[in-house]
């Protein structure tokens, strides 16, 4: 017959999360701290169910919610009904909001957001349905493993995602990218993109709209392509790809290729409309 513990008040359990290898590799805690009002226990099959302020706690990264489960043994962990995630998601900074929660510690260590998420993360800001995290961290100044200091994220139907070191704020219907050193360092969106752009110190806001976009932290750019259109001030910019470079609030038109039906190839143009009472006003 299983062995079963309940436990009526405040109980604190340690996971053994990570093995001693992984530990020494990653800089990693080896050990986490789950806490609750009241939690059930199978030690046969490794199950909890925790209920009234669950807490699990991992070197500087937290989850609180009101409902959690999960199996000790597979190390994997579920937050139900209003989760708050704070501290350092292994090396960088978190603060996110999300009504259901699912972290797994075994092999790569990776955090899922679902039912909606809005909060910070690295140098970002967003708001989107579901959010997906999973890497080794990128703040860590002492990390023994200098080959894997990035995290990748991924990200469904984003209402808002801003990089606040740049001043661009995307929203698009899928996004994938990577924090580095608890950067945006490079993200690909798609599924209908739209950007807006207003770095500091510059007074007009560049908006651009297109199907797809790739941001280039080292490049210093973000290509925007497929029925782009940038909007800045009385000025309107119409091609097949544009080019956005964040520092200088600048657009570059490119033009595409189209293939014609006889097998030639022509380049697409560019277009820009100015709205010349605008501009006289400004």
Known sequence: MRKKIFACLFIALCLQIFNH????????PDKAT????????????????ADGNVTITAGDFKIVAPVGSGNIDKQILNFEKGITASGLWLGDKINLKSGNVSVSFAGTPTCKFNNGVFGSFG?????ADKLTITGAGGLEKNSRNKKDTQTKFWLIKVNKLEDLSRGVTFSAGAVEGVLKNGELHSMTAKNGVHLKGKPKGQKQVVTLRGDSALYSLSRG????SGHVVATQGGRTLK??????FPDQNRVEALGGVSKKRNGLVQMGQA????????????
């Open 21 to 28: 290898a992984n530990a020494a590799t990653n800089d990693m």
């Open 34 to 49: 789950l806490a609750a009002n009241r939690m059930r226990f199978d030690s046969n099959t490794g199950d909890f169910l």
């Open 123 to 127: 140098t970002m800001k967003l708001e």
């Open 221 to 224: 750019s973000i290509v925007v």
């Open 239 to 244: 091609s097949d790809s544009i080019v956005y």
């Open 271 to 282: 277009e820009i409309t100015i709205d010349l009472r605008r501009e006289r006003e400004n």
